[in-house]
């Protein structure tokens, strides 16, 4: 195991022990006030447009390059292409009420049970498919360092509008500049702003996908 060169905010016991109790409690809250009922409802929805699991798992690079299964709402018709295909610009594969997740980010919610479990965090960097980390990692610099923390279900790369697929070199160098920005210069209030600000991103994201 390589030793770190530098020392980061969250490698202090009191700011890890605080993220990781901040994490509980807002999870916790979303789940019981919000995914509580969505998953009823979506399930019903979701059942009623295609066959198949209504969360969908897929295996991510955690904290330490340790994988685990990230949940998120199914929106494509079962297909043996989603661990190994972007999603296309009116891809097939998505159902209606799956478009409709991914404009508006709902179908990311089951992300925080992972937050509940501890694999994920609220803020921390957005965790790749596998076979996308294999493909970069070699190719950025500093590319592991974005797995020093829990990955999260928003970051600062998504707040600066780095999301959805990666079709160039320079928006994967982008992601992990930020990345390696948020982990490096780490405070509570930094967290709680990229949580308020991704709201109006995520909003302007999904009125320029239509």
Not at 40 to 53: A, D, E, N, V
């Amino acid at each position: 195991m390589k030793l770190k060169n530098n020392i980061t905010p969250l490698d202090n016991i009191f700011n890890a022990v605080f993220k990781r109790a901040f994490d509980i409690l807002f999870s916790g809250f979303v789940i019981v006030f919000f995914l509580s009922w969505m998953y009823p409802l979506f399930t019903l929805i979701i059942k009623l447009q295609s066959r198949g699991p209504v969360i969908y798992k897929q295996l991510r690079e955690g904290k330490n390059g340790v994988y685990f299964a990230c949940f998120k709402f199914r929106t494509m018709h079962l297909n043996g292409e989603s661990d190994y295909s972007w999603t296309k610009v009116n891809d097939p594969r998505v159902t209606r009420f799956g478009v409709f997740l991914r404009r508006t980010s709902l179908d990311e919610f089951p992300q925080f049970l992972n937050v509940f479990l501890g694999t994920m965090s609220i803020v921390g960097p957005r965790p790749h498919p596998i076979k996308l980390n294999d493909l970069y990692r070699d190719r950025v610099e500093k590319f592991s360092l974005r797995h020093e923390t829990r990955p999260g279900v928003t970051g600062l790369s998504q707040m600066k509008g780095y999301r959805g697929s990666i079709t160039q070199y320079h928006q994967i160098n982008s992601r992990v500049k930020l990345d390696r920005f948020y982990i490096q210069k780490w405070t509570f209030l930094f967290d709680l702003k990229i949580i308020v600000l991704t709201i109006p991103a995520t909003i302007h994201w999904g009125l320029s996908s239509k």
